[in-house]
């Protein structure tokens, strides 16, 4: 247990299918990231949300749209993905987006298979 | 520019030791390192801060020199928990960007 609760766990959609993840952190910090991590690739970093606000978004397709009601919620919507999206999605969250020494706590990820 | 970790996998029996590397082509200020285990969360193991410090976490230490832009991560007397995949991150504008980790199996 991480204190960072992703759902759903595993997810199968088709390319015209609309969806999303949600992270849910318990843990009372003011930064939270989607991380994308496929087969042999480095984690690649997606999005960054501190108290609530966007604050980097990676060149990362439209057709992945995050969303930061507050700051234990994180969501990623999904719609029309391609196959090559079909990886697993973590969730992290820190005390503060300061890298420098702030620890990241992620969730266990949900994995996601577009047909 | 992620960093490069090398080896890409390792394969020990227990009780071997085990050296992993980290190596950045841009100036470095910390260096993270992760574990994953199979079907889990990363975990955090340690930061390590510029200034050549050398940190510790159970038989798992490791040293940054970043002079050399580079850190490794040192395995000793591994045990069969410690299998998994190791990440390495680096700093960049106050991001970390992770490299595409070691994959580190113990046999007993």
């Known amino acids: 247990e991480t204190g960072v609760t992703q759902t759903p766990r595993h997810l199968v959609m088709g390319m015209t299918n609309k969806k999303s993840l949600k992270c849910e952190q318990h843990?009372?910090?003011?930064?939270m990231y989607w991380y994308k991590q496929s087969a042999k690739k480095p984690l690649e970093l997606m999005f960054v949300?501190?108290?609530?606000?966007?604050?980097e978004n990676n060149s990362v397709p439209s057709r992945f749209s995050p969303e930061c009601p507050n700051s234990s919620h994180l969501f990623l919507h999904l719609h029309t993905l391609q196959p090559e999206d079909s990886a697993l999605y973590l969730c992290a969250s820190s005390q503060d987006v300061t890298s420098v020494t702030g620890e990241l706590f992620f969730g266990e990820g949900s994995r996601l298979t577009v047909l | 520019q992620q960093p490069v970790q090398s080896p890409q996998a390792v394969i020990l029996r227990e009780g071997e030791d085990a050296v992993i590397n980290c190596s950045s082509s841009k100036a470095l200020y910390s260096v993270h390192w992760y574990r994953q285990k199979h079907g889990e969360a990363p975990v955090f193991l340690m930061i390590l801060l510029k200034g050549g410090e050398q940190k510790g976490h159970e038989k798992i230490s490791a040293s940054f020199n970043e002079k050399k832009q580079q850190s490794s991560l040192y395995l000793t007397a591994s045990q069969l928990s410690y299998s998994g995949t190791y990440f390495c991150?680096?700093?960049?504008?106050?991001?970390?960007?992770f490299g595409k980790g070691t994959r580190l199996h113990i046999l007993p």
């Open positions: 843990l009372g910090h003011n930064a």
């Open positions: 991150g680096t700093d960049r504008d106050d991001k970390i960007i």
């Open positions: 949300y501190s108290l609530e606000e966007r604050v």
